[in-house]
């Protein structure tokens, strides 16, 4: 017999969210209650957060610093597939500045990293090139770090990945498939 444990209702500044899709280090959720003292989030409004690896139960509890909104036009696969690298892209694109026309290289051991910082230069104007170029992109983790250094950063660079998303600047990239699937029904 399964045991479950009852989740509080959240305190001041937290959000207890229920769980919907995980993969690439982002769980996709619903929020199921908002606290107190918490801005710009309601019952029922689609969210993500870093995935820390925990089991998940149907209902969470998080800090509302750690919870993103997602915009209704972005599917929560598209979100476990395209926001961790979409971040780290956005940063290496704004790491190494080009202008229209310059031949950019990408450099970096993930493909799905590569392919969307390609893209999102190519949409910049850039010429995505395989030898040497203008410039070099290199995904390094000083970069990854930078991404992640504060909520108020990483909510505007999640809201450029989404509007990356909604222009289409990814369409060509292959997402890679989901490792886990629905967490919670």
Known sequence: MTTRLAVPRPTTGVLRLRPTLRGRGFVVGIVDAAGPDTNGFAPRDRVAWRDTGEQLGELVLRPQRDVLGVPRWITDEQVVSYLGPGLVARALVR???????????????????????????????????????????????????????????????????????????????????????????
């Open 95 to 185: 790491t190494r500045p080009f202008s229209r026309g310059d031949g950019v290289r990408v450099v970096s051991a993930e493909p799905l990293v590569a392919d969307m910082t390609a893209a999102w230069a190519r949409s910049l104007g850039a010429r995505i090139v395989d030898d040497e170029g203008d410039l070099a992109i290199h995904d390094d983790l000083r970069v990854r770090r930078a991404v992640l250094t504060g909520h108020g950063k990483l909510a505007e660079a999640a809201v450029e990945v989404f509007q990356a998303i909604r222009r289409g600047v990814f369409d060509e990239v292959d997402p890679i498939r989901v490792v886990s699937s629905r967490v919670a029904a």
